[in-house]
């Protein structure tokens, strides 16, 4: 059964008198206690889409439209979400699917404590009185591995490290045990030591809560360790998705197997990097055919005309591209 | 590999921050008694979380920041704390950079060539033919167009930009470049691009860099030299190779664990440290890395860290658990 189902998701922004499509017609579905991750590069469209799913973009200047955007609560009610009035979102999006982000200090209040800020998620959500939702606040902070949780309750956001932070925004997001977490880049901000820490605490909380799981990020690394199922985005589209082993060990579309390779071998030593020529084009310019086309190094007359569909292989994998072959790498 | 045309003694830089006005000052400590050696021709790597005191060390050598204590050997020239403007201002010329974040180090109302030519004017050249040129001469070989030199940076993607940067630090000559994280602010798909401009840049203009990055995998493929520091000191230094090969301080070990790799060939046992940095006002005289260190012993949380030990040819770490 799918927790998220996502159906030809569009969404445009309005810019003075132009339009830029930051997502064109997206299909994403996570399951049940499934992690899946999105991957792509800034602009590609992957946070507007988990933004539109929590219904949090401000409509206009967005403008969304989809065949499908259904959500199954924990007692099998689907809710549309985009029919959903935003009282009703309101309390969805704590105890039934809830947000990470990429910065923690910009999401906690300045001029509240650490414990004032927990303590709302159980007093507007679970009805409980502050003294009783101050305790199980204290519980969650220990629950996401926090030192000396009492203190900290009475501290500031200032005086917490990024680290910190971040945990206290994984508390405040598992505290209602929703069934989707959706995390956008949260370790991005973050260093390396404290970055493991902090996935290997979103994993766990996951598999206990059993929630699912949608991974926003750029790394490929992240996916490998954190997702069982990945979609790659490029220019809003989708170009290839299947499970994280397939993908990342045969990719099929040029994309993924460029910025595959564009990441040096840890083993050997090398002289020069791989590279993927030219940039991203600009979402108001994107090339007519293939969104790729202009920095593919397989790229053909075809794809410059026609932008291909995203081709069914049949084993659960979806590629868009006309060639989606490995014989093509080898020529 | 060259001469040395950096090396640093006992370089120090404390600030000082005050909990409030009549208290005395506390000393931060971000840069601790360095001492590294960057030959000419090289790729100098440091390595280092955030708040480490990797920018603030190429501050101090870029004199962007005060000197505490020490000094270095640059160009010919001793750089210590009391050094005149006059001899700061000569060792500079050889000296440029390129900052992180192309997008806030580049001056929204200059056009490219007054951007790439800035470091010329202010050294002095005034005519505007001659400064326009030398933009043009340096435009092609940062791989950007000719026809690029009258535009403004807004019309550029954070690559471009970049190579924008990188060639403002070429004009004037300057032989030593401190790179500051020049790849984390831009796409995936363009790091290549830059790392690869960067190593022709050098091969080209026989160029010497220091180069930060807290991207391990970038500083091994990179780099022939490297130091890791954390919380201001340097805990091990040496030949980029064998630092891969047989990190000698726990530290280290851990920062090389924690690459997440895209396909991972065998199972490593991953060491993930608890907790975070300790903070770097009034330091006790410790190794400063005992409190996350899993191996630490009692000599460690009682006896000050011991001088750099040789571990193997070129390859120095500061750890009581090799001492003896």
Not at chain 1, 77 to 95: F, G, S, W, Y
Not at chain 1, 128 to 155: L, Y
Not at chain 2, 102 to 111: C, V
Not at chain 2, 168 to 193: F, M, N
């Amino acid at each position: 059964m799918n927790v998220l189902e996502i159906k030809n998701l569009k969404v445009l922004f309005r810019t003075g008198e132009h339009f830029v499509r930051a997502v064109e017609g997206v299909d994403i579905t996570v399951g049940e206690g499934e992690r899946v991750a999105i991957v792509g590069e800034s602009g590609c469209g992957k946070s507007v889409t988990s933004l539109a799913c929590m219904r949090l973009l401000n409509t206009p200047p967005a403008y969304i439209a989809a065949d499908a955007l259904r959500f199954t609560a924990k007692d099998g009610t689907v809710h549309d979400l985009m029919q959903k009035p935003e009282n009703e979102m309101l309390a969805l999006r704590a105890e039934e699917m809830a947000m990470i982000f990429q910065d923690p200090s910009t999401f906690l209040n300045p001029v509240m404590t650490i414990g004032e800020q927990l303590d709302e998620v159980f007093i507007y959500h679970m009805n409980m009185k502050p003294k009783q939702a101050r305790a199980r606040s204290i519980e969650m902070m220990k629950k996401v591995g926090i030192p000396d949780p009492a203190m900290r309750a009475q501290q500031y956001p200032h005086e917490l490290s990024g680290g910190l932070k971040q945990r206290i925004l994984i508390a405040m997001a598992t505290s209602c045990s929703p069934r989707l977490l959706i995390a956008d880049e949260p370790t991005t901000a973050l260093d390396v030591t404290i970055q493991a820490q902090i996935l290997g605490l979103i994993r766990e909380r996951c598999e206990k809560e059993r929630m699912s799981l949608l991974m926003i990020t750029h790394d490929l690394g992240v996916v490998r360790e954190m997702a069982e199922r990945v979609y790659v985005m490029y220019c809003g589209k989708i170009v290839e998705t299947g499970t994280v082993d397939e993908i990342l060990s045969a990719p099929k579309h040029p994309y993924t197997k460029a910025l595959i390779d564009t990441i040096p071998d840890m083993e050997e030593k090398v002289d020069r990097f791989v590279q993927i020529p030219h940039n991203v084009p600009h979402p108001m310019h994107k090339p007519e055919g293939c969104y790729f086309s202009n920095r593919c190094a397989y790229c053909t007359a075809l794809c410059r005309k026609k932008q291909p569909p995203l081709f069914d292989r049949g084993d659960g994998r979806l590629v868009r591209c006309y060639y989606q072959t490995e014989e093509l790498w080898e020529k | 590999m060259g001469e040395v045309i950096l090396r640093t003694n006992d370089l120090t830089v404390d600030f000082k921050v005050k909990k409030n006005i009549f208290g005395r000052p506390d000393r931060l400590s971000a840069v601790q008694s360095v001492n590294l050696e960057i030959r000419e021709g090289e790729i100098y790597g440091l390595v280092g979380e955030s708040g480490c005191g990797k920018t603030t060390l190429a501050n101090a050598i870029l004199g962007f920041v005060p000197i505490t204590s020490g000094s270095f050997e640059c160009f010919g020239h001793t750089i210590d704390a009391s050094t005149k403007p006059s001899e700061w201002r000569e060792v500079r010329k050889h000296m440029q950079t390129v900052f992180q974040d192309p997008y806030s180090s580049l001056n929204t109302r200059f056009t490219v060539w007054q951007i790439i030519s800035e470091p010329l004017y202010i050294a002095g050249e005034r005519d505007e033919r001659v400064l326009r040129e030398r933009a043009a001469a340096l435009v092609e070989k940062v791989g950007l167009d000719y026809t690029d030199l009258d535009r403004y940076v807004f019309e550029f993607s954070g690559g471009q930009r970049q190579r924008i940067a990188i060639a403002r630090a070429l004009i004037s000559d300057a032989k030593l470049i401190v790179c500051d994280e020049p790849t984390s602010a831009l796409d995936v798909s363009v790091h290549s691009q830059i790392c690869n401009l960067l190593l022709d840049l050098r091969e080209e203009f026989g160029l010497t860099y220091l180069f930060i990055s807290h991207n391990l995998s970038l500083i091994k493929h990179i780099t022939d030299h490297m130091a890791v520091m954390y919380l201001g000191e340097v805990m091990e230094c040496g030949k980029t190779e064998d630092i891969f090969r047989n990190p000698a301080c726990p530290y280290t070990e851990a920062l090389m664990s924690a690459i997440l790799e895209v396909n991972p060939r065998s199972d490593r046992e991953r060491i993930i440290l608890t907790g975070e940095a300790r903070s770097p006002i009034n330091p006790p005289d410790l190794c400063r890395f005992v409190g996350r260190c899993p191996r630490a012993t009692e000599l460690c949380r009682t006896r000050p860290l011991p001088p750099p030990v040789q571990i193997g040819d070129d390859h120095m770490a500061r750890c009581h658990l090799k001492g003896k």
